[in-house]
């Protein structure tokens, strides 16, 4: 069913009051995903690559007309302890929040958070010098 007849199949917020319950191909990955082992009524992403499709204007609207994929850039912790995925649209740049479900990829989840880490936006072998400049002893403990 393409995304116009699906549309007008339900209801304006359809999705925010009744589970999803629909399988889905990745367009990133290709794997199957089923909503069985999510933990929560609204699968919204793929649980191997954490990679979805801009659909929602507003969670569960699904009003979006760009339809483009939605790559996961970050992760975030919310009040309460509970981690969210922070998605960018490839085609349209915008940014949305998404609660990880219980069977997302562990691997790809961390990996993610140590991203920034992994990849500072400066030599890591003059944090010594660096922190110097900015009134520290610019010794590192070791």
């Known amino acids: 069913m393409n995304r ?3 549309r007008k ?3 304006k917020g359809y999705y925010k009051n009744h589970p999803c319950k629909d ?3 990745c367009k990133v990955c290709g794997r199957q995903v089923f909503p069985d082992g999510a933990g929560t009524n609204h699968r919204n992403h793929c649980p191997n690559c ?3 499709l801009h659909l929602d204007n507003e969670p569960g609207d699904r009003a ?3 339809g483009g994929i939605m790559e996961p850039v970050a992760v975030w912790v919310r009040k309460g302890g509970d981690w969210a995925i922070i998605h960018r649209c490839r085609r349209c740049g915008k940014l949305s929040s ?4 219980a069977d997302d990829n562990p691997m790809k989840l961390m990996s993610i958070a140590m991203k920034p880490l992994c990849e500072t936006p400066f030599p890591i072998e003059r944090i010594e ?5 900015m009134g520290g002893d610019g010794k590192l403990n070791r």
């Open 4 to 6: 116009e007849n699906k």
């Open 9 to 11: 199949a339900y209801e």
């Open 23 to 25: 399988i889905f191909i």
């Open 50 to 52: 954490l990679s979805s």
């Open 64 to 66: 979006s007309d760009c």
């Open 98 to 101: 998404n609660r990880i479900a």
């Open 129 to 133: 010098e660096m922190t110097a400049l």
